[in-house]
């Protein structure tokens, strides 16, 4: 076996397909020693699996010492390839196919270069690397100008450094298509939020100022900015609803519309967002 190709048997499926699917396509062939379309198939998996890298990983079934698989999979005829990501069967074929018809199949698995990058971006991120993520998801735009889930990623990291003008730059070429995605509107709406917010008091004076005169519905309302701005959607709710409460048409309904902009940004938390949509309908009745 290669680095990117292993037997695979019951007592390991769960670990190197399930699981090794959610990082990156596994590739499952169920073959036999005695299947002669077997011999022709499984080289030319072997062969493209060491081509690519690392970017899909191959796991060797042997259907006869492994009936418990091949009946959970319905194997009725060997060769039997089946494609997994995200833990999940996605794809699949039988009989030796050429190795024109394997690279098509492939074609339509594998993630793109952009899209590669993008999941890089990702793990970066997760690991607190957010310029080195910042870095790749800009390459990813670069080579791959129409992948748009890159650019609402970059547009979200640079909000996160409070980057307003780069996060606008980040979605001003996303497709007119994807322009009424809801992470699109989200995004739109922050950033929103951000320019008015960042106009005013900073967040200690404010939270000095809503202590000292809880009447005071301006602050309140600009404190809210800043609670979206950090992404803290209770706090942001929390005030929101206070100006509501205190008065219903502030700033022309501006606490309602908010909050109904939070309720998107804050999609997530859909505890969250059912009982503040609760809580705002007793307020408004």
């Not at 959607?233 to 005030?239: D, M, P, V, W």
Request: charged share 25%; hydrophobic share 45%.
């Amino acid at each position: 076996m290669t680095a990117h190709a292993l037997d695979v048997g019951l007592d390991n499926f769960e670990q190197e397909v399930l699981e090794a699917s959610k990082t990156v396509p596994v590739l499952v062939d169920f073959w036999a020693p005695w299947c002669g379309p077997c011999r022709a198939l499984t080289p030319i998996l072997e062969k493209l699996a060491g081509e690519c890298g690392g970017r899909f990983r191959l796991a060797k079934i042997n259907s006869d010492e492994n009936p418990e698989l091949s009946r959970e999979f319905a194997i009725r005829s060997i060769p039997s390839v089946k494609a997994f990501v995200g833990g999940r069967l996605v794809d699949e074929f039988s009989g030796a196919l050429p190795e024109s018809a394997v690279r098509a199949f492939l074609a339509r698995l594998l993630p793109s270069p952009g899209e590669e990058l993008r999941r890089k971006a990702a793990t970066l991120l997760a690991e607190g690397r957010i310029e080195e993520a910042i870095t790749s998801l800009e390459q990813a735009i670069r080579i791959e100008s129409g992948n748009d889930l890159a650019r609402f990623d970059l547009a979200d990291l640079r909000l996160q450094q409070g980057n307003i003008p780069q996060a606008r730059q980040a979605l001003a070429e996303v497709a007119p298509k994807n322009q009424s995605e809801e992470r699109f509107r989200s995004l739109c709406a922050q950033i929103a939020l951000l320019e008015e917010s960042a106009a005013g008091p900073d967040e200690a004076a404010l939270l000095a100022q809503v202590a000292a005169h809880p009447e005071d519905l301006e602050a309140r309302f600009a404190l809210a900015g800043r609670h979206v701005a950090a992404k803290r959607h209770e706090a942001a709710l929390e005030q929101l609803l206070e100006i509501i409460q205190r008065n219903r048409n502030f700033k022309d309904d501006a606490a309602r519309k908010t909050m109904l902009t939070v309720f998107d940004l804050a999609a997530d938390q859909p505890d969250l967002v059912s009982r503040y949509r609760r809580l705002l309908a007793s307020a408004l009745h």
